[in-house]
T-cell receptor, first 113, second 115 residues
Framework: EAEVAQSPRYKITEKSQAVAFWCDPISGHATLYWYRQILGQGPELLVQFQDESVVDDSQLPKDRFSAERLKGVDSTLKIQPAELGDSAMYLC???????????FGPGTRLLVL | KQEVTQIPAALSVPEGENLVLNCSFTDSAIYNLQWFRQDPGKGLTSLLLIQSSQREQTSGRLNASLDKSSGRSTLYIAASQPGDSATYLCAVRYLRNTGFQKLVFGTGTRLLVSP
């Protein structure tokens, strides 16, 4: 069964360093999402792509976060510089269209020291 | 602001009990509602999806209901098992003014089923 792949699974970094997360959606899925989930809370959408275009990045802290999906397939989320408050689980999801069920990857757990 | 609330935040039951998880949402103009399961440190697995025109959906021991007018959904788990222990998240899909949709998540109910 096809799955959403994410790497790394875990990342420990010091504040002010740069970190990057990678996501490979299910083949054929046009819509890709990055969520942030703080411990004890539900996921919050950071950015949504339709193919290679950003359709919603209203909750993305653009002074330090960036996301790209250059060829409309895999995607990278970057944080520079990382802050203590960025410690969270970063989840990637994809769907065939944005009206259909989202399939989630295993997530990347980030700890900023 | 579109908010989704889940009650209780945590629930502990003995094996075999039937239980109900609650979800409420402030904006009733929803497209659909979805229940997810999340195991510790893992991603989310979709359990049930209810369209706004539907009243309920069933899958095995799970039954989800939707009352759009009152802004509520419930997830009923029959004959609970230790393997059901996980966090259950309710998510409401809204149509944005851009034409694209957005999934708004609740904070989840952490369920522990004891043998």
């Amino acid at each position: 069964e096809a799955e959403v792949a994410q790497s790394p699974r875990y990342k420990i970094t010091e504040k002010s360093q740069a970190v990057a997360f990678w996501c490979d959606p299910i083949s054929g899925h046009a819509t890709l999402y990055w969520y942030r989930q703080i411990l004890g809370q539900g996921p919050e959408l950071l950015v949504q792509f339709q193919d290679e275009s950003v359709v919603d990045d209203s909750q993305l802290p653009k002074d330090r976060f960036s996301a790209e999906r250059l060829k409309g397939v895999d995607s990278t989320l970057k944080i520079q510089p990382a802050e203590l408050g960025d410690s969270a689980m970063y989840l990637c999801a994809s769907s065939f269209t944005e009206r259909e069920t989202q399939y989630f990857g295993p997530g990347t757990r980030l700890l900023v020291l | 602001k579109q908010e989704v609330t889940q009650i209780p935040a945590a629930l502990s039951v003995p094996e075999g009990e039937n239980l109900v998880l609650n979800c409420s949402f402030t904006d009733s103009a929803i497209y659909n509602l979805q229940w997810f399961r999340q195991d510790p440190g893992k991603g989310l697995t979709s359990l049930l999806l209810i369209q706004s025109s539907q009243r309920e959906q069933t899958s095995g021991r799970l039954n989800a209901s939707l009352d759009k007018s009152s802004g509520r959904s419930t997830l009923y788990i029959a004959a609970s098992q230790p393997g059901d222990s996980a966090t259950y998240l309710c998510a409401v899909r809204y149509l944005r003014n851009t034409g694209f949709q957005k999934l708004v998540f609740g904070t989840g109910t952490r369920l522990l089923v004891s043998p």
